[in-house]
C-alpha cells in the first residue's frame, strides 16, 4: 500500500539516526516535509543530506538538548517557522536506560523523565493547539515494550515509557473531537546507534546480537527489521 503525505510536515525528535532517521526518510520519501532534531550536529547535517535525497521537500535540521525546556520551545519554533506548520509530530527521542532499580540515582531517574517524558509533553503543549484549531494533526509517542511488560531490571526506561502510554491516552482522547489522533509505537529490539555504541564500549567477548539480548530487559529472538517499522509508523500519519 502506497502512502502519502503531501502537504504535510512532519517534526520528528531523534532524528539524526536509527528509527527516526528511518521515520524522516519514509515521511519523505511520502511527499512531507520534514524537520529533525537531535543533540549533535553533524549526525544531523548528514541525515539531512540523506533525506534530501529521497524526497522533494523541506529538510530543516535543528540541534536541540531535549532536557532543556528553553531550548525545547526555541527549536519547536525554528521547525515551524521552516515548515510553516507541524502537522505530525514524532516524539522519538531518548536512549535505553535501564538496570538494578537500588543503583538508579535521583538524578538518573530525573534526566529519565526529562528526556523521554517532559519533553514530549512540551512539545505535544506546543503543536496541540494548532492541530485542533486545523481540525488534523497526528501525534505519534515512540515507546518500547517494557512500558507494558517491564523486566526486573527495566527501570528507568520502562517507567518512563509507562508513564508515556498514559501521556498517549490522555492525548488521545483529548485529540479525537478534533481529528488530531494519537497513537503509540511500542518498539521491541531494533539495531541502532545506541546498541552499537554500547557494543564498542563494553568490548564484550561476544556476538552483537548476543550481547545485546542479554543487556536488553526482554528475551527476543532476532532484530526487528527498520524498514517495517518506519512503514508502520507513517500509516497512522496519513
Not at 20 to 46: N, Y
Request: glycine share 8%; aromatic share 6%.
Amino acid at each position: 500500500m502506497e502512502i502519502r503525505l503531501d502537504g504535510r510536515s512532519a517534526l520528528i525528535t531523534g532524528g539524526s539516526e536509527g528509527l527516526g532517521k528511518g521515520m524522516a526518510l519514509k515521511f519523505a520519501e511520502a511527499g512531507a516535509d520534514v524537520a529533525i532534531l537531535a543533540r549533535r550536529q553533524e549526525a544531523l547535517d548528514a541525515a539531512a543530506a540523506e533525506i534530501e535525497s529521497i524526497g522533494s521537500g523541506k529538510v530543516e535540521a535543528i540541534s536541540c538538548d531535549l532536557l532543556n525546556a528553553d531550548a525545547t520551545n526555541e527549536a519547536f519554533a525554528a521547525a515551524e517557522d521552516a515548515l510553516g506548520k507541524i502537522d505530525v509530530l514524532v516524539n522519538n527521542a531518548g536512549t535505553s536506560k535501564a538496570g538494578p532499580f537500588l543503583k538508579i540515582t535521583d538524578q538518573e531517574w530525573h534526566d529519565d523523565f526529562e528526556l523521554k517524558l517532559f519533553a514530549a509533553v512540551r512539545l505535544c503543549r506546543l503543536a496541540l493547539p494548532a492541530m485542533q484549531s486545523r481540525k488534523w494533526g497526528r501525534i505519534i509517542n515512540v515507546l518500547n515494550i517494557g512500558s507494558k511488560a517491564p523486566g526486573a531490571n527495566g527501570a528507568p526506561t520502562a517507567v518512563a515509557r509507562a508513564a508515556g502510554l498514559s501521556l498517549t491516552k490522555v492525548l488521545a482522547n483529548t485529540g479525537a473531537p478534533d481529528n488530531v489522533l494519537v497513537n503509540a509505537l511500542l518498539v521491541g529490539f531494533i539495531k541502532s546507534g545506541q546498541w552499537e555504541r554500547l557494543y564498542a564500549e563494553k568490548q564484550p567477548n561476544q556476538e552483537m546480537t548476543t550481547f545485546c539480548r542479554i543487556w536488553s530487559t526482554h528475551d527476543k529472538s532476532r532484530w526487528a527489521v527498520l524498514e517495517k517499522r518506519t512503514s508502520l509508523q507513517a500509516l497512522p500519519c496519513s
